[in-house]
């Protein structure tokens, strides 16, 4: 075969095309992965935060006992791999926010302690925050360093002649029974991995995306422990140095990706209720969530066109199920294993693709 002949081309590298891309060439598979490097992209000002409980009614966030192992194993095999840090333990202090929801947690840690409990908190910690209805630790939690993962992956790609970077024009691709043709490039598969810009796939737009807008303040701390991740009515995640990630809103269907005013003054106006220590606002960044009606994942290959997948549909939730699912989907493409139900896109079999 020519030395442009692939067999999977991946189109996009945030998180979910990050760890696919991984997944396959660790069982040997030769890929491409074409990207542009877009900054606003959802994965690059993710928190990188995986929680296993969620919600108001503090329930386990789905499949985590499952899909939290297997990122830890993912990012931990990465980090040899690269040569650098990509995720730590960094447990969650929930700073309750009303009487209502310290009973709400004292219920759940009476019927099920899994992940929670109340240990008495530093001094300093203690200091750095008005909390007059106590605290909740969520254990274990972890903290991914998205940034540099995705950094160094591409870093990682380029050294093995598997990046192009450009923007992926669809108008290119060919489609034939056993052969993808974009450009000068060919491979026996393409899998999608686009993010937000998957709403407009026409080989996957019937999927019942939603777009979700996401913002947060790069905020600079300079006394405040970075050993934790901090939760009251906004979340403080260690970013980088003395620079806090502090976020974030949900904004259904909205498609504009620039900050808001109104975002930045309530964020601030809830951090002056709560943190006690000196601050200043660093930056302020949004991005478009790939989210979806339903919450979970789109995994699997296109009906009709069977040499063509989407891997996506994470939302809020993209670091802790990527990696999961990309091993899944990975035996499916090399084995025909089955993809869960509840992420594999022949869910939607109603849809006319």
Same mark, same amino acid.
């Given at each position: 075969?020519?030395?442009?002949?692939?067999?999977?081309?991946?189109?996009?590298?945030?998180?979910?095309?990050?760890?696919?891309?991984?997944?396959?060439?660790?069982?040997?598979?030769?890929?491409?992965?074409?990207?542009?490097?877009?900054?606003?992209?959802?994965?690059k000002?993710?928190?990188?935060?995986?929680?296993?409980?969620?919600?108001?009614?503090?329930?386990?966030?789905?499949?985590?006992?499952?899909?939290?192992?297997?990122?830890?194993?993912?990012?931990?095999?990465?980090?040899?791999?690269?040569?650098?840090?990509?995720?730590?333990?960094?447990?969650i202090?929930?700073?309750?926010?009303?009487?209502?929801?310290?009973?709400? %947690?004292a219920? +759940?840690?009476? #019927?099920?302690?899994?992940? =929670?409990? /109340?240990p008495?908190?530093? $001094?300093?910690?203690?200091?750095?925050f008005?909390?007059?209805?106590?605290?909740?630790?969520?254990?274990?939690?972890?903290?991914?360093?998205?940034?540099?993962?995705?950094?160094?992956?591409?870093?990682?790609?380029?050294?093995?002649?598997?990046?192009?970077?450009?923007? %992926?024009?669809? +108008?290119?691709? #060919?489609?034939?029974?056993? =052969?993808? /043709?974009?450009?000068?490039? $060919?491979?026996?598969?393409?899998?999608?991995?686009?993010?937000?810009?998957?709403?407009?796939?026409?080989?996957?737009?019937?999927?019942?995306?939603?777009?979700?807008?996401?913002?947060?303040?790069?905020?600079?701390?300079?006394?405040?422990?970075?050993?934790?991740?901090?939760?009251?009515?906004v979340?403080?995640?260690?970013?980088?140095?003395?620079?806090?990630?502090?976020?974030?809103?949900?904004?259904?269907?909205?498609?504009?990706?620039?900050?808001?005013?109104?975002?930045?003054?309530?964020?601030?106006?809830?951090?002056?209720?709560?943190?006690?220590?000196?601050?200043?606002?660093?930056?302020?960044?949004?991005?478009?969530?790939?989210?979806?009606?339903?919450?979970?994942?789109?995994?699997?290959?296109?009906?009709?066109?069977?040499?063509?997948?989407i891997?996506?549909?994470?939302?809020?939730?993209?670091?802790?199920?990527?990696?999961?699912?990309?091993?899944?989907?990975?035996?499916?493409?090399?084995?025909?294993?089955?993809?869960?139900?509840?992420?594999?896109?022949?869910?939607?079999?109603?849809?006319?693709?």
């Amino acid at each position: 075969m020519h030395s442009n002949h692939y067999d999977m081309i991946i189109v996009g590298q945030g998180i979910s095309g990050t760890v696919l891309s991984s997944s396959l060439m660790l069982q040997g598979l030769k890929v491409l992965v074409i990207d542009d490097g877009n900054n606003k992209a959802a994965s690059k000002i993710a928190s990188g935060v995986i929680n296993p409980v969620t919600g108001r009614r503090i329930v386990k966030t789905w499949q985590i006992d499952t899909v939290m192992p297997a990122a830890v194993r993912m990012y931990q095999a990465l980090e040899n791999k690269l040569g650098t840090s990509i995720v730590k333990q960094c447990n969650i202090i929930n700073f309750h926010a009303s009487v209502q929801m310290q009973k709400a %947690f004292a219920d +759940r840690l009476a #019927e099920d302690p899994t992940y =929670l409990s /109340t240990p008495p908190l530093p $001094t300093n910690i203690t200091a750095a925050f008005d909390a007059p209805f106590g605290h909740t630790v969520i254990d274990p939690c972890w903290l991914i360093d998205v940034g540099n993962l995705l950094r160094h992956w591409r870093q990682y790609l380029i050294e093995k002649n598997a990046l192009l970077h450009d923007v %992926f024009d669809i +108008r290119k691709l #060919e489609i034939n029974a056993d =052969l993808i /043709t974009y450009d000068n490039y $060919t491979a026996h598969k393409i899998i999608f991995c686009e993010g937000a810009k998957g709403d407009n796939n026409p080989y996957f737009k019937q999927l019942p995306f939603a777009p979700n807008k996401g913002e947060a303040l790069l905020v600079k701390i300079k006394d405040l422990d970075k050993q934790f991740i901090y939760k009251k009515s906004v979340s403080i995640v260690p970013w980088k140095d003395e620079i806090f990630w502090v976020g974030s809103n949900y904004e259904w269907n909205n498609n504009n990706d620039d900050p808001s005013v109104a975002f930045k003054e309530k964020t601030i106006a809830a951090l002056n209720e709560w943190l006690q220590l000196p601050y200043e606002v660093e930056d302020h960044i949004a991005a478009i969530r790939p989210a979806n009606i339903q919450r979970r994942p789109f995994v699997g290959m296109h009906p009709i066109h069977k040499n063509i997948g989407i891997f996506n549909g994470m939302g809020t939730k993209g670091c802790s199920l990527a990696p999961y699912f990309a091993e899944q989907f990975t035996a499916h493409l090399l084995h025909q294993t089955p993809i869960e139900n509840e992420a594999n896109i022949n869910r939607f079999n109603t849809l006319e693709f």
